[in-house]
């Protein structure tokens, strides 16, 4: 007989086959199958716990493989899986495991199972590969609701999992201590209210629409004309997470060792300028999540544009494009998901006063010139906004809605694109064909679209991004059908996009 347990390559899971093997000789217990080092030291706590339970080793070899054999495994949460193994070679009668139950916990040296680290995105790939019952520690997993079809058996010893596994009943007394698992985060609203900030209304309505279709956006200006200030407001209209994103969210944190707990709100990550191309995009040696999937179905905010590398900045063109990263290494390629809302700020010039209304650009042609090149061309082309912004003075006092009236009508917004779209693709990640046939455009407007896209000279992809930012325009409206005001608000927001590329210093 077989035990099964899942193990993970990023965040994808697969099964894995757990077997024993005992013969007579000298007692040792080996494990096989690609295993790493806190792997190989699970036979330590396997022969303590065996000893534990009053088995007889003398004289036992114990081989314990783990299939595939061609995939790395690693982490301490095949530990009671592999006992199970091991125990049904060495009672007479077969343990009551079938191929849809999977073991999912690690053991300490006295037989109490724990939780491990990737637990939780391990049961989610265990729902995901089909299994019906998946036994786990004694911990708290309220955090996980309801899951159809699925049930989960948590035990709080070693001796409880033999019980089960030999077909006994559980007396679940009602002083067990349950473990929590994830906490509520303190102070999750961070953020400034839109409604602190003076002016900037137009940068405020871009800032809606990319929050509603998830469209990227790049603010350009001199400094302290409040770049950084709406790029931390932005956070504040962002919708909740789902459940199932939620949990998403989290296991992306737990694999990576962040503090990270258990909130609704959407994830805001601002790396320093400084930061290395690995950090940002993920890796190592064994590869581990970046800022980039860190900040999935949330915010990435890169402050200081400019300052970045290069090649570092041109590393974000695949994931803006694909919402996933995949990281090749010697030893394994793993895939990890990062569907981001970008939001970069940079300033025109090295002096930061290109463009600016108060102050003189002491700079040259060629350093501006060699500064604003550090973004390519294709990394700006998937910016849906930029826009060039000018100080606004504190006598400028003018009423502005408050964020959470704004994050209502954004919420509203995206829930009609998980209705129109399903699975859950927002107006800028939705695949071109499916955007198309469900956007609710007419033909009369395509052509009179591609008609101005030919005389100013857009792309295909440009025409392609006014459609998308319409559909996102029309949904904040709450009409079904992208209308002739949202298409002109969304070229009027491209010919903004293409003054900004270059300002007027006057």
């Not at 003398?58 to 299939?67: A, G, N, W, Y």
């Not at 473990?179 to 303190?186: A, K, L, S, V, Y």
């Not at 400094?223 to 504040?236: E, I, N, R, V, Y």
């Not at 005001?485 to 996009?497: D, G, L, N, P, R």
């Amino acid at each position: 007989m077989t035990i099964w347990s899942v193990g993970l390559e990023g965040m994808r899971g697969y099964r894995v086959m757990i077997e024993a093997n005992i013969r007579t000789e000298k007692e040792i217990c080996t494990i096989i199958g690609l295993p790493d080092t806190s792997i190989k030291e699970s036979k330590e706590r396997i022969l303590s716990n065996l000893h534990a339970l009053d088995y007889d080793l003398s004289m036992k070899k114990i081989t314990l493989q783990l299939s595939p054999s061609d995939k790395r495994k690693t982490g301490t949460g095949y530990d009671a899986a592999m006992v199970l193994a091991v125990i049904e070679q060495l009672v007479d009668m077969p343990l009551q495991i079938d191929a849809n139950t999977c073991v999912l916990a690690a053991l300490t040296l006295n037989g109490k199972l724990v939780a491990f680290h990737g637990m939780i995105p391990s049961i989610q790939q265990a729902i995901e590969l089909g299994f019906k019952r998946i036994i786990l520690p004694a911990v708290d997993l309220h955090f996980l609701g309801k899951v159809p079809h699925v049930e989960f058996i948590t035990i709080d010893d070693l001796h409880q999992l033999v019980q089960y596994a030999k077909g006994q009943t559980l007396l679940h007394l009602p002083d067990t201590k349950i473990q929590p698992f994830i906490r509520e985060r303190d102070n999750p609203n961070k953020g400034t209210d839109f409604a602190a900030i003076f002016g900037h209304a137009k940068a405020k309505r871009a800032l809606e629409i990319a929050a509603a279709g998830g469209h990227h956006i790049l603010l350009n200006g001199p400094p302290g004309c409040g770049k950084s200030m709406l790029a931390d407001a932005f956070q504040t209209i962002f919708p909740e997470l789902t459940q199932e994103e939620m949990l998403e969210v989290y296991s992306i944190y737990h694999l990576a060792k962040e503090p990270f707990t258990f909130s609704m709100r959407p994830s805001y990550r601002a790396p320093h300028h400084s930061s290395s191309s690995t950090s940002l995009i993920g890796g190592g040696t064994y590869p581990k999540p970046g800022e980039i999937s860190l900040a999935h179905r949330g915010i990435l905010f890169l402050d200081e544009l400019g300052e970045f590398s290069r090649k570092t900045l041109d590393m974000l063109r695949q994931p803006m494009e694909t919402g996933v990263v995949s990281i090749s290494r010697v030893r394994q390629t793993v895939t990890y998901p990062a569907d981001f809302t970008l939001i970069a700020a940079t300033n025109p010039c090295p002096c930061g006063y290109y463009g600016s209304n108060d102050h003189y650009c002491t700079c040259s042609p060629n350093e501006i010139r060699k500064y604003q090149l550090k973004a390519s061309g294709p990394l700006l082309d998937r910016f849906d906004f930029q826009l060039f912004l000018q100080s606004v003075h504190l006598s400028h006092q003018e009423t502005s809605e408050d964020s959470n009236t704004i994050r209502q009508r954004v919420t509203d917004a995206r829930n009609q694109q998980n209705k129109r779209y399903r699975p859950s693709f927002l107006n800028s990640t939705v695949p071109s064909d499916q955007l198309i046939q469900l956007c609710g455009i007419t033909k009369q407007q395509r052509d009179q679209l591609a008609v101005t896209c030919f005389h100013e000279k857009w792309s295909n992809r440009t025409q392609l991004k006014i459609i998308r930012m319409a559909r996102t325009i029309a949904d904040l409206a709450g009409t079904k059908d992208i209308t002739d005001t949202a298409i002109e608000e969304a070229i009027s927001w491209k010919k903004e996009t293409t003054q900004a590329q270059q300002p007027n210093p006057s």
